[in-house]
């Protein structure tokens, strides 16, 4: 990891050094209740942007610290009155990592891309780019050092987001994770890759010291399917579901048949002079490449996403919603009980007054958003649609940015109190709202349970992957 993480340094001095100095155009956070007007090309220039608005709309591969506050107020949402944390419950997606291996293969071709563009560009008559950003262009190079036998491997930043995570806690819930390490105290687990083993590594090492990990057990996977932390990819249902989102008559497929993405389509390739020959595909590669870039480099914005508009950014952002709406949320009824076997395991180890105070786990964004769709939790009153992105697009309660973005992470939290135990559940260590609860997120013990007893009392290999 260590020769990675240089080579991860080393693309820094490639991607150049930003610094921000001015302010989108006035009407780019216009409503979308309205016509989408948006800030012309070039009224903006990246270079020196100081809103970076764009960063908070990459989907699942926004970076974490682009989400969270840093409000040190947060310490209030982990409070409750007359109570004291008993036990917590986390399942914690891994940090920042690189691409798939056909995403490095495609990105690995990107300065072919590039030079086309830049050609196209130096026949313009008005620039496409401010200078500040076309020089930008015209320098990056794609990390060479970067392979596809490094596919999906945790980068330093996401190193990085893990071990904030775990400092956070210890701040949080001082009488659980300030503490020495005890294996019955402390209960780790994660997949068997390579993201989720160095993202539990960095977690217990902020917890309890350099190389820790060497030190501290965590549950192997089983070698039959793990059921707890990926039953979504042992269902067979699932996989079927995933993809048929490929499929013409999707949801996914029939935006990108839209008048709204053709538009994004077409005005890219009107912006750089092409007559309709830079596909659809390399204009996802550019805000790939745009998201991947910003996520891995937080103090700086890639180049590639001086090539799109806020406008078109919100649009890539509703697409990726839409896939992860139907695959791993409330638009499939067989998503609700795919994380059986995890809410079992959650409502047992905080039901029971023995066994450790702390479990963590550390999954994939797909059992983030299974769980959280088992929780009941952020449930749109109207489906997303193809056709309906204006009226969803500013009120959408499933915004995967926000939701499940690199290290993203559910913490349930059991109170003991002088009265009635209480619980809180958190969504990237904030307080995730239910009906069913106060206003600050207190939940009733009992209520608790009566609400999760199907999962509390199901087979759940039984119902795990069924509709």
């Known amino acids: 990891m260590q020769i990675f993480f240089f080579s991860l340094i080393v693309f820094v001095s490639k991607f150049g050094v930003i610094t921000p100095s001015n302010q989108y155009c006035s009407q780019h956070l216009a409503s979308f209740a309205g016509s989408f007007e948006q800030c012309k090309p070039n009224d903006f220039c990246l270079a020196s942007d100081a809103d970076r608005v764009h960063i908070k709309l990459f989907s699942t591969k926004t970076a974490y610290q682009t989400e969270k506050s840093h409000d040190e107020s947060k310490l209030r949402d982990f409070h409750v009155e007359d109570c004291t944390p008993s036990k917590v419950w986390l399942l914690i997606r891994h940090g920042t990592r690189l691409p798939t291996a056909s995403g490095i293969e495609r990105f690995g071709e990107m300065e072919k ?19 500040d950003d076309l020089n930008m262009l015209k320098n990056w190079k794609w990390n060479d050092s970067i392979t596809v036998n490094q596919a999906n491997y945790l980068v330093e930043q996401g190193y990085k987001e893990l071990s904030a995570i775990a400092h956070n806690y210890k701040q949080y819930l001082p009488n659980l994770f300030q503490r020495p390490y005890d294996v019955n105290h402390f209960h780790f687990r994660h997949t068997n ?47 079927d579901q995933k993809k048929k989102l490929k499929r013409t008559d999707s949801e996914v497929r029939k935006f990108e048949q839209s008048s709204t993405f053709q538009k994004l389509i077409a005005d890219v390739n009107s912006r750089f002079g092409f007559n309709g020959t830079l596909e659809a595909k390399e204009i996802k590669d550019i805000y790939g ?46 998503n609700k009980n795919v994380k059986c076997f995890a809410m079992q395991d959650m409502l047992n180890r905080l039901s029971i007054d023995d066994g450790p105070a702390a479990t963590v ?86 209520d608790f349970k009566q609400k999760y007893a199907f999962f509390a009392n199901e087979d759940c290999d039984r119902v795990f992957c069924r509709r």
């Not at 499940?404 to 109170?415: D, L, M, Q, T």
Request: net charge positive; hydrophobic share 35%.
């Open 193 to 239: 890759t390579e993201r989720t083993r160095s993202s539990f590594r960095a977690f217990v090492n902020e917890l309890f010291g350099e190389s820790a990990y060497k030190q501290i057990y965590a549950e192997t996977p089983p070698n039959r399917p793990d059921l707890l932390l990926k039953a979504y990819a042992n269902c067979p249902l699932w996989r």
């Open 361 to 446: 786990y550390f999954s994939h964004s797909a059992a983030v958003q299974l769980f959280l769709t088992s929780l009941g939790a952020l449930k749109d009153d109207i489906d997303l649609k193809a056709e309906n992105f204006a009226q969803m697009a500013s009120i959408r309660k499933w915004k995967t940015s926000q939701i499940s973005p690199f290290a993203a992470n559910i913490g349930i939290v059991r109170y003991k109190c002088s009265s009635n135990d209480k619980v809180k559940f958190l969504l990237n260590e904030k307080v995730l709202q239910f009906d069913w609860c106060t206003p600050n997120g207190v939940c009733d013990w009992r």
């Open 289 to 334: 490449m745009c998201r991947y870039e910003s996520a891995w480099h937080t103090d700086q914005t890639s180049v590639w996403c001086s090539l799109l508009t806020l406008s078109q950014v919100h649009i890539f952002e509703y697409q990726e919603d839409l896939n992860y709406f139907y695959k791993s949320s409330h638009g499939s009824e067989l």
């Open 113 to 131: 891309l590039r030079d086309r563009i830049v050609e196209n560009m130096e026949k313009l008559q008005k620039p496409a780019l401010c200078p």
